[in-house]
T-cell receptor, first 113, second 115 residues
Framework: AQSVTQLGSHVSVSEGALVLLRCNYSSSVPPYLFWYVQYPNQGLQLLLKYTTGATLVKGINGFEAEFKKSETSFHLTKPSAHMSDAAEYFCAVTSGTASKLTFGTGTRLQVTL | DADVTQTPRNRITKTGKRIMLECSQTKGHDRMYWYRQDPGLGLRLIYYSFDVKDINKGEISDGYSVSRQAQAKFSLSLESAIPNQTALYFC??????????????FGPGTRLTVL
């Protein structure tokens, strides 16, 4: 079985500060990992994904994540937060061969002036 | 036009009523999914379908049923709605190719309130 743990249901940063959203996974097989973003009153949009190859993955809007197998982590970072980054972020991992996603509980990012 | 659409976007209903949520997609994908989102719980899979003849239960299928009317349409029904089914419901699609690394594309969601 697959599982995802997102540490911190709410994270608040100042505009221009580093964004770090934490994700740890559990998987009995090599995982494929995803970060999705949900803006208010919208569906989920893919930010980035790790499949194979390079462990540092770059996504949209300046976000990136690094797959660390030894730490079973896939933390999301952005060097400088912008007000428009305020949203809820979900980490997800695939399950088996069915392309089913198992989601974390989400982290709501607040960006303050 | 949006690739994945859901109707209605908002619905208020009463306990015991039957309700159907509809999802349509123009992406040409074979795989479709229904999730529910609850605060603090993330998204949980209700049902998924790999093609018109292939329907599978997800982790929380009790109290729900689905119908895959065509490749592009996947409906979720609550036969007798209850208040704890109040949630935000999302439909998603993915392509059959590429295996486990497929991205899923989400609709805008349906906010359902059961009184």
């Amino acid at each position: 079985a697959q599982s995802v743990t997102q540490l911190g249901s709410h994270v608040s940063v100042s505009e221009g500060a580093l964004v770090l959203l934490r994700c740890n996974y559990s998987s009995s097989v090599p995982p494929y990992l995803f970060w999705y973003v949900q803006y208010p009153n919208q569906g989920l949009q893919l930010l980035l994904k790790y499949t194979t190859g390079a462990t540092l993955v770059k996504g949209i809007n300046g976000f990136e994540a690094e797959f660390k197998k030894s730490e079973t982590s896939f933390h999301l970072t952005k060097p400088s937060a912008h007000m428009s980054d305020a949203a809820e972020y979900f980490c997800a991992v695939t399950s088996g061969t069915a392309s089913k996603l198992t989601f974390g509980t989400g982290t709501r990012l607040q960006v303050t002036l | 036009d949006a690739d994945v659409t859901q109707t209605p976007r908002n619905r208020i209903t009463k306990t015991g009523k039957r309700i159907m949520l509809e999802c349509s997609q123009t992406k040409g994908h074979d795989r479709m999914y229904w999730y529910r989102q609850d605060p603090g719980l993330g998204l949980r899979l209700i049902y998924y379908s790999f093609d018109v003849k292939d329907i599978n239960k997800g982790e929380i299928s009790d109290g729900y049923s689905v119908s895959r009317q065509a490749q592009a349409k996947f409906s979720l029904s609550l036969e007798s709605a209850i208040p704890n089914q109040t949630a935000l419901y999302f439909c998603a699609t993915s392509d059959v190719g590429g295996g486990r690394n497929n991205e899923q594309f989400f609709g805008p969601g349906t906010r359902l309130t059961v009184l």
